[in-house]
């Protein structure tokens, strides 16, 4: 079945600094990636759309250019959280989409910012 | 946009009963109806999942039947085992627009 990878699955971070989460399919070329970002007890909420070559689509209420996307090959996007601090530790969810309807999920990366 | 509606937020079962969680969403437009299971600290998990040509499909214990008419779909667990204790989530999407959207989730426990 279709793979879909994350990296760093848990981070720990200084208010201030940026960190980047790489999603990458493994064994199927992604057309479109999401991300979501999931509080503890909550429902996962879409971040942003991303289009291999093109820019990405952020929901609203969600600050591009602290959220920075990245989706350069159909098997690789990236999320960059930039300026992190306490309030954007969360758990963070990519999803991989090929040509049909089903989403792949990542496993999924824990950040904390100290 | 879309929004989906989910009921219960939490349910407890005793095991080899059966659990059925709800939602109902706005958007007519949506087509596509996956269920995710989701235990602490993982991925969701794909269950089951209709698309609006049809009206119940069924994968062993569980089954997903939708009332577009209505615009609510139901999920059905059935002779729940422990091991289906999680949090389960819907969720609806309009193919042209890809995007998911999710229903606040159900704490499904199963008391053995």
């Known amino acids: 079945g279709a793979v879909v990878s994350q990296h760093p699955s848990w981070v720990i971070c200084k208010s201030g600094t940026s960190v980047k989460i790489e999603c990458r399919s493994l064994d199927f070329q992604a057309t479109t990636m999401f991300w979501y970002r999931q509080f503890p007890k909550q429902s996962l909420m879409l971040m942003a759309t991303?289009?291999?070559?093109?820019?990405?689509?952020?929901e609203q209420g969600v600050e591009k250019d602290k959220f920075l996307i990245n989706h350069a090959s159909l098997t690789l996007s990236t999320l960059t959280v930039t300026s992190a601090h306490p309030e954007d530790s969360s758990f963070y969810i990519c999803s991989a989409r090929g040509g049909g309807f089903e989403q792949y999920f990542g496993p999924g990366t824990r950040l904390t910012v100290t | 946009g879309e929004n989906v509606e989910q009921h219960p937020s939490t349910l407890s079962v005793q095991e080899g009963d059966s659990a059925v969680i709800k939602c109902t969403y706005s958007?007519?437009?949506?087509?596509?109806f996956p269920w995710y299971k989701q235990e602490l600290g993982k991925r969701p998990q794909l269950i089951i999942d209709?698309?609006?040509?049809?009206g119940e499909k069924k994968d062993q214990r569980i089954a997903v039947t939708l009332n577009k008419t209505a615009k609510h779909f139901s999920l059905h667990i059935t002779e729940t085992q422990p091991e289906d204790s999680a949090v389960y989530f819907c969720a609806c999407s309009n193919f042209g627009n890809e995007k998911l959207t999710f229903g606040t989730g159900t704490r499904l426990t199963i008391i053995p």
């Open positions: 209709i698309r609006s040509n049809v």
């Open positions: 991303s289009n291999e070559g093109s820019k990405a689509t952020y």
């Open positions: 958007d007519s437009a949506s087509n596509y």
